[in-house]
């Protein structure tokens, strides 16, 4: 008889011990309350256009986006679940201008929670590919708990996305390889599917908004140049590939290899602007690539060593196939 899959939450619960005891249960309960309301998630979003769901509420984010009816039900659904975890001491989310602190869950075991609640918004009205990420940090018992997020990715615990696509996927680290589930919508279970992901050391595809091509650094013009040009050996031209969401772009270059790259505007040199969002954008997805034995690079320096110093802080970032992202920080050098 075949095996019985394995279920997110029981995988969750087999990670706990490979994480340090006072953050293994909250880890796992937080981690498994995001899968529950995820499915809840993909349910409302699959339902959208026929429940009047789609479009805009009228007014920006802290990152200056339009906000969409979707984007603030996602937030308050997942604020709702984190609140009953009672491990959830602070929830910095794109949608909140400031961290909502829940005092309820404070203590040396408190996590703050770092969420995009629906990543790729754009894509919602027109039945694209979107996807929700999410990093969790030690509060180390702080009060507010919400600063003790700013710091490098390397303080992350756990980090995971859910890609609502043709399936909805749930992918998530804790530090021990990182691991793919899809779900059952008839159960409303995340089932494992792909454990352990191993991202090729090259892939053949690169992921980029190309229209900002004249705003690049130079070395990352010259680096979209040489993937464009075809050699056989080193099995070039790289074909594009780019959804405008994230998630989707990350998960196709973590099973496929290849790049994704969301690289700053240096129109003016002396500040170059980047674009993603460092705690509940960049780092989570670089934390969960280096899992897989990817690369996550900023083209001069490690994401994960990337200090935090705003809860909506941007940053560069190139990420993928270990050898071409190491290829990428070349041009970066020259
Ligand atoms: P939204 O979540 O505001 O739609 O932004 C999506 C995103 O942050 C990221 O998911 C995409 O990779 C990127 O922005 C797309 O940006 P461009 O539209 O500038 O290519």
């Known amino acids: 008889m075949a095996d019985a899959p394995v279920t997110l939450s029981a995988h969750v619960v087999s990670q706990q011990a490979l994480l340090p005891p006072e953050h293994a249960p909250g880890v796992a309960t937080i981690v498994g309350r995001i899968g529950r309301v995820a499915a809840v998630i993909a349910q409302e979003m699959a339902h959208a256009a026929l429940r009047d769901r789609l479009g805009y509420v009228g007014g920006v984010n802290a990152s200056g986006d339009e906000v969409k009816k979707l984007d603030v039900w996602s937030h308050d659904t997942l604020l709702a679940g984190l609140r009953a975890t009672g491990a959830c001491a602070a929830f910095v989310s794109e949608e909140s201008p400031e961290p909502i602190e829940i005092p309820e869950a404070g203590g040396r075991r408190g996590l703050v929670v770092c969420c995009d609640p629906v990543d790729g918004s754009s894509n919602l009205d ?33 980090a995971g996305y859910v890609m609502y696509g043709p399936a909805t996927a749930f992918v998530y680290t804790v530090g021990h390889g990182t691991h793919g589930f899809s779900l059952n919508p008839e159960t409303g279970e995340f089932l494992l599917t792909h454990p352990d992901i191993r991202t090729p050391r090259r892939g053949k595809t690169y992921g980029i908004n190309e229209g ?67 705690l509940y954008e960049v780092a989570p997805m670089a934390f969960l690539v280096e899992q897989a034995g990817g690369r996550a690079s900023t083209g001069t320096g490690r994401v994960l060593e990337l200090v935090a110093k705003e809860y909506h802080q941007r940053a560069a970032v190139i990420l993928g196939s270990a050898d071409d992202v190491a290829t990428a920080e070349e041009f970066y050098r020259r």
């Open 212 to 278: 900002n091509f004249n705003s690049w650094h130079p070395g990352q013009r010259a680096f979209v140049e040489h993937l464009r040009t075809p050699d056989k050996a080193t099995r070039r031209p790289y074909s594009l590939r780019y959804s405008g969401a994230m998630v989707a772009d990350v998960h196709r270059t973590l099973l496929d290899g290849g790049l994704f790259m969301y690289p700053a505007d240096c129109s003016d040199p002396a500040r170059p602007k980047p674009k993603l969002r460092l």
């Open 126 to 158: 027109v039945n694209g590919a979107v996807g929700t990420i999410f990093a969790l940090r030690p509060s180390g018992g702080s009060t507010p708990a919400a600063p003790a997020a700013l710091g490098p990715g390397t303080d992350q615990i756990a």
